[in-house]
């Protein structure tokens, strides 16, 4: 995808587990092929910027020889499914037999197609946007939700038919097809997030119990890191004999039974390793270091603000009223606008700002939470 930086490459690893020696040989090869940014998106996949066309061949052929990638359908689990005690239904095997069903649409289906099937375990999916959108229940069916249509429980091989028929319809209509065009979002129904979840920008978990062990979360500051801060990490994880990696939806690094030693040292390299770290209630897209469309450096500025954002509040710095780092609303917006910063109270980056700020202002210190609105 060519973005303002260069060729971006969104990596799906297989089953979203890697080991530390991965990631960081894929972190090196993010710096020789590209500006050696690399991010983990809201959906836990792997992103790689500043790719060229004349380096983005080399780099594909060399991640595909490092790991298992995903191809075709995106079709959404939890990163710990079927190691995770309280999940009420393992996920893989609907992932398979969804995915291997839909293996022959795939061409015909838009990019942004997307399955999400949540076990009901530690890690919720809500948060993802989802055409086929299933939840386990308690008495061993699913809730299926098809666009936005209303949810209908059915057992395991309900779901799959069910699952593969919409899809087969999709991919007859063609790649702009999205199943709220086949079932649309009707007024009644409501969302699956409630009104306090819409206001927390990471769903915070720091320890999660798995099978055998734990797993600890640590997050990437805005989604993103420099390969260099990444090796460090993955140093330090083989150091601690660390095996497993998973990347989680929400822009978090999953670390199997990290010991304390290595949560500090993620703190001290710069990752969000505490619940109460403000930049957990903060999201800012990579603006115009990285965007044609962005009018300002939207995670720059996040930077400077997070450590000044009020406790309880959450903060949204977007490039441009695309909003693409978070289309919900927050406390306070600050929009990239041809003519300033425009400044949003309780919306999203796409509402009308109630006034524009002075950049210089903002940088020396100026806040808009200070006094409320
Ligand atoms: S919000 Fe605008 S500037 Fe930011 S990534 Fe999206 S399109 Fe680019």
């Given at each position: 995808m060519q973005t303002g930086d260069g060729l971006l490459a969104r990596v799906r690893v297989a089953g979203a587990r890697l080991t530390p020696a991965d990631l960081a040989a894929l972190a090196k090869l993010a710096d020789e092929h590209g500006n050696g940014l690399i991010?983990?998106?809201?959906?836990?996949?792997?992103?790689?910027?500043?790719?060229?066309?004349?380096?983005?061949?080399?780099?594909?052929?060399?991640?595909?020889?490092?790991?298992?990638?995903?191809?075709?359908?995106?079709?959404?689990?939890?990163?710990?499914?079927?190691?995770?005690p309280e999940e009420i239904a393992d996920p893989r095997p609907l992932a398979d037999a969804i995915g291997k069903g839909a293996a022959g649409m795939a061409e015909r289906l838009g990019p942004k197609v997307s399955v999400v099937i949540d076990g009901g375990g530690q890690i919720s999916l809500s948060q993802l946007k989802a055409d086929i959108r299933l939840r386990a229940q308690p008495d061993n069916s699913w809730a299926v939700t098809l666009g936005g249509g209303k949810p209908q429980h059915m057992d395991a091989q309900g779901v799959v038919a069910t699952a593969l028929a919409l899809l087969g319809a999709l991919a007859a209509i063609g790649p702009e097809a999205r199943a709220t065009d086949l079932f649309p979002v009707r007024d009644q129904v409501s969302s699956p997030e409630s009104p306090e979840a819409s206001r927390v920008l990471i769903h915070w978990r720091p320890r999660l119990n798995l099978v055998q062990g734990h797993s600890r979360a640590i997050a990437l500051p805005f989604g993103a890191a420099r390969s260099a801060e990444i090796i460090a990490l993955c140093d330090a994880a083989?150091?601690?004999?660390?095996?497993?990696?998973?990347?989680?939806?929400?822009?978090i690094l999953l670390l199997d039974n990290a010991p304390d030693t290595l949560i500090a040292q993620a703190a001290e390299i710069g990752f969000i390793t505490k619940a109460d770290?403000?930049?957990?209630?903060?999201?800012a897209c990579i603006g115009s270091r990285g965007c044609t469309s962005g009018h300002i450096a939207a995670r720059d500025l996040a930077v400077q603000l997070a450590p000044r954002l009020p406790a309880g509040q959450t903060l949204h710095v977007s490039g441009c009223a695309k909003g693409c780092a978070h289309p919900r609303a927050s406390d306070v917006t600050l929009v990239g606008q041809a003519d300033g910063i425009g400044l949003v109270f309780g919306g999203r980056a796409g509402d009308r700002p109630s006034k524009f700020l002075d950049a210089a202002a903002l940088g020396a210190g100026a806040f808009p939470f200070q006094g409320g609105r």
């Amino acid at each position: 995808m060519q973005t303002g930086d260069g060729l971006l490459a969104r990596v799906r690893v297989a089953g979203a587990r890697l080991t530390p020696a991965d990631l960081a040989a894929l972190a090196k090869l993010a710096d020789e092929h590209g500006n050696g940014l690399i991010e983990i998106t809201a959906r836990g996949n792997l992103q790689v910027r500043g790719l060229r066309p004349d380096t983005a061949p080399a780099f594909a052929e060399a991640v595909a020889a490092l790991l298992p990638i995903e191809t075709g359908l995106a079709i959404d689990i939890s990163p710990i499914a079927g190691d995770d005690p309280e999940e009420i239904a393992d996920p893989r095997p609907l992932a398979d037999a969804i995915g291997k069903g839909a293996a022959g649409m795939a061409e015909r289906l838009g990019p942004k197609v997307s399955v999400v099937i949540d076990g009901g375990g530690q890690i919720s999916l809500s948060q993802l946007k989802a055409d086929i959108r299933l939840r386990a229940q308690p008495d061993n069916s699913w809730a299926v939700t098809l666009g936005g249509g209303k949810p209908q429980h059915m057992d395991a091989q309900g779901v799959v038919a069910t699952a593969l028929a919409l899809l087969g319809a999709l991919a007859a209509i063609g790649p702009e097809a999205r199943a709220t065009d086949l079932f649309p979002v009707r007024d009644q129904v409501s969302s699956p997030e409630s009104p306090e979840a819409s206001r927390v920008l990471i769903h915070w978990r720091p320890r999660l119990n798995l099978v055998q062990g734990h797993s600890r979360a640590i997050a990437l500051p805005f989604g993103a890191a420099r390969s260099a801060e990444i090796i460090a990490l993955c140093d330090a994880a083989m150091a601690s004999k660390l095996t497993r990696m998973r990347l989680a939806p929400e822009h978090i690094l999953l670390l199997d039974n990290a010991p304390d030693t290595l949560i500090a040292q993620a703190a001290e390299i710069g990752f969000i390793t505490k619940a109460d770290d403000p930049r957990t209630r903060v999201s800012a897209c990579i603006g115009s270091r990285g965007c044609t469309s962005g009018h300002i450096a939207a995670r720059d500025l996040a930077v400077q603000l997070a450590p000044r954002l009020p406790a309880g509040q959450t903060l949204h710095v977007s490039g441009c009223a695309k909003g693409c780092a978070h289309p919900r609303a927050s406390d306070v917006t600050l929009v990239g606008q041809a003519d300033g910063i425009g400044l949003v109270f309780g919306g999203r980056a796409g509402d009308r700002p109630s006034k524009f700020l002075d950049a210089a202002a903002l940088g020396a210190g100026a806040f808009p939470f200070q006094g409320g609105r």
